[in-house]
Structures are given as C-alpha cells and as structure tokens.
C-alpha cells in the first residue's frame, strides 16, 4: 500500500494530483482543513490537508472490489438472456465510486447501500461538507454582487439627478429624465458614460422642440417680452441688424417701454445706426397709431416695458397690449444668469400670455444650460435666439438643444 500526504487549496486540485501519481484506483482516506505559513512566515493561510493510498491492500478497495463480486449488489449485477446473472465488467474504480457516492447522496438520490456508505465513511461526509460549503458561498457571492450591482445603479441615478437640479432643472423633471435615460440604457455604469446618453433621452423627449426656432418668414409683427434687466432691447437690435444685413426685408421697430429713463434714446440710437425707422407707442391707446407709422415695413420687431412679473397688474396689462397688437409671434425673452427658479417662475406667470418662443440672453456669463430644456418643455416653445455677448450684432446664435447640451460633455 502506498500512502501519500496532500497540502492543497480545494479538493479539485487534490484530486488532479492525488490521480496523477497515484492513479485512478486510489482511495482518499482522511481530509481535513490545516494552517500553513507563507511569506516567511508572516502570513496564515488556510489549506486541505488530504491523505490518499493506492494498492491492493487497501481496506476500502478491497471491500468494493468484493462488493462487486457479490450477486447481491444489485446495480452491479444484469440479466443475461438466458436469465443467468452475469457480472458487468467493473468499469468504474473506488475513487470513482466514492465521489459518485458522494454525489448521490449530496443530490438525495442514489441506493440505500450509497447513502448509508456516505452516513458511515468519514471522507465522504468531508466532500459532502466541502460541497455544502461551497454552495453557501456561492449563493452569498451572488446575493452580494446582486446588492452591489442595485447599489451601484442607485448612486449613478442619484448623481444624475443631482447634476441636473445643479443644472436648474426641476426635480421631478430630472428624476423623469433620468428614468427614461435608465430605460432606454440600462447597461451604462459610469457618469461620464451616462451624461451623454442623459443628454440624448432629453432631446428624444423634446423632439421637434429640440431645433432652433428663429423668426418666421411669414411673421410681421414680433413682440418681446419679459422682466427687467435681461437684455430685451440689446437683442431686439441684433436681430434687427441680422435681418438689414440680409437685405431681404424691410425692418421697423416699436418701443413701449417709457417707463425706464433713456429707454427710447437706446432704442433710438440702434435705429439710426441701422437707418431704419422707430415708432412710440405710449400706452395702448397710442399703438395702433405707432403700428400704422410702420405700414411700410415687412418686419416690425415690439420692445415692450420690462416689468415685475410677479405682479398680477403686470399680466393684465401685458395682455391688454398683446390682444391690441396681435403679433404674429411672442418671444419671452430670460437671462440665463437668473436664478432657475425665478426663470421657472416667471414661465409659468406667462402662460396667459400665450409666448410661442423664447430667448435666452447672457450665455457668455454662465456654465449652466439645464434650465433652456426645462423651460421648453415647460412651455412647448422652441429656442429662438441665444445671445452670447453686447456686440451688435456679432453675439446673438440659432442653436439647437443638442449643441446647448454639448456643453454637458465639456464642449462650448
């Protein structure tokens, strides 16, 4: 009998090693879990320490190969067909037996012989230990890597929806935005991956809102509105100038804004800079009038009084004008400096007011864009105009929510 010690990290290696020097008809005789020193000595590591012999006289071989000889074992045993009882040539050694034992008996299934050889032999209720011990972590392994993957997925969904309030969007807007980019991409994993395709689900949803919406060939009469200090006159002579500069429309422009001191000198001084005419309409009773001064213009552009919103007296006195003049298009006119709620705001009070575009005005002076979507969705208007600096009339754009949102993923 040739008896050998085993030191190895699992039972498969064991057995590689254990068959490569000492065959297949070995039989393990002992298993059990030792500690060993590695790194000269500084570190423990766990291991198995197996004991295997090979050889006729060995106990446990001796006792298969006689239960094989025995008639008695019945799945050993085949009827001939002369009804003799013929034993099957023995195509399987001991160790074979007593892994397949072992096996059975680890499923619930296999003879009575194997299960009560299992209850009785040390070694197999080893491997059976070893197999129960290794199903419990693996389904550990698993619960844990399933706890982490929805981890991971719930700090990404919360990052994004945080970079987006932080971008002026509203919270349930974001939370919308970001399921949606979830659905449509559920394998992204990382922030920089997931921005982009953020950004892709936002114009998805917005569709045809998402291109630029610039004046309309046909328009006539286009009236601006919106609250103080954010650039209604400034970007009234940009587009002015665009459209003189283009040479194929003859260009008027209205103020009724005299409320603010030197309103009508800075509308004035555009005006003859540009040599086109300018029309004063002091209250509604005047602009009928200060539209028919302009009869012989295609395209009039209204500068109205930059006022407090928030006021209810405001947006009755907006409509009045609005019903008085009936333009062909509203543009609200916003500063991106503005803080996003008062932008949010000051949207939803002018919804009486019926505004088809919008302008956004100072995009030179700020980083964040979130609020431009937030708002077009909000109203169902496009993007008219982005103005980007006071040079009239080099900084005024037509872009799209696409180029906005570039800047997301680091672009201008």
């Not at 949010?344 to 919008?358: G, M, T």
Request: glycine letters at 6%.
């Amino acid at each position: 009998m040739i008896v050998r010690r085993y030191v190895v990290k699992d039972m498969p290696e064991a057995v590689v090693s254990i068959r490569k020097e000492l065959g297949k008809d070995a039989v393990i005789l002992s298993t059990k879990k030792i500690r060993v020193r590695k790194w000269l000595g500084l570190r423990w590591q766990t291991r198995i320490e197996v004991t295997a012999a090979a050889g006729s006289d060995v106990p446990l071989a001796q006792q298969v190969a006689a239960e094989r000889r025995s008639p008695s074992t019945g799945d050993l045993a085949e009827e001939s067909g002369d009804g003799t009882s013929e034993l099957r040539s023995p195509d399987s050694t001991a160790f074979a037996v007593s892994m397949r034992q072992a096996v059975a008996a680890y499923q619930g299934v296999g003879t009575k012989r194997e299960l009560r050889d299992v209850q009785t032999s040390p070694d197999l209720s080893m491997v059976l230990q070893e197999l129960a011990t290794l199903k419990g972590l693996l389904a550990e392994r698993r619960e844990q890597e399933s706890m982490a993957t929805g981890a991971r997925e719930r700090t990404l969904e919360a990052s994004l929806q945080s970079y987006l309030e932080q971008e002026g969007i509203e919270r349930t807007q974001a939370e919308r935005w970001v399921q949606a980019m979830r659905k449509a991409h559920p394998d992204a994993d990382s922030f920089a991956e997931a921005v982009p395709l953020l950004a892709s689900a936002i114009i998805s949803e917005l569709a045809n809102l998402s291109q630029p919406c610039p004046i309309r060939k046909e328009s006539r009469t286009v009236a601006f509105i919106g609250p103080t200090g954010v650039g209604k006159t400034t970007t009234i002579a940009k587009i002015a100038a665009l459209h003189v500069l283009a040479g194929q429309r003859r260009v008027g422009l209205l103020t009724t804004d005299t409320f603010r001191i030197a309103a009508v000198q800075q509308l004035q001084t555009y005006a003859e800079i540009l040599n086109v005419p300018l029309a004063v309409a002091d209250g509604e009773d005047e602009l009928l009038t200060a539209l028919a001064e302009l009869a012989a213009c295609d395209l009039i552009l209204i500068d109205t009084a930059g006022r407090n919103f928030r006021k209810q007296g405001t947006i009755e006195s907006t409509q009045r004008l609005l019903r008085t003049m009936e333009p062909d298009e509203a543009m609200l006119v916003l500063s991106l400096t503005s803080k996003a709620s008062d932008c949010r705001r000051i949207a939803e009070l002018c919804k009486p007011l019926a505004v088809n575009k919008l302008v956004f005005t100072k995009l030179d002076e700020t980083q964040s864009v979130g609020v431009i979507p937030s708002l077009v969705a909000m109203l169902g208007a496009p993007v008219a105009y982005v103005t980007t600096g006071q040079n009239v009339p080099d900084d005024i754009d037509i872009v799209s929510i696409e180029q906005l949102l570039a800047r997301w993923q680091g672009g201008e």
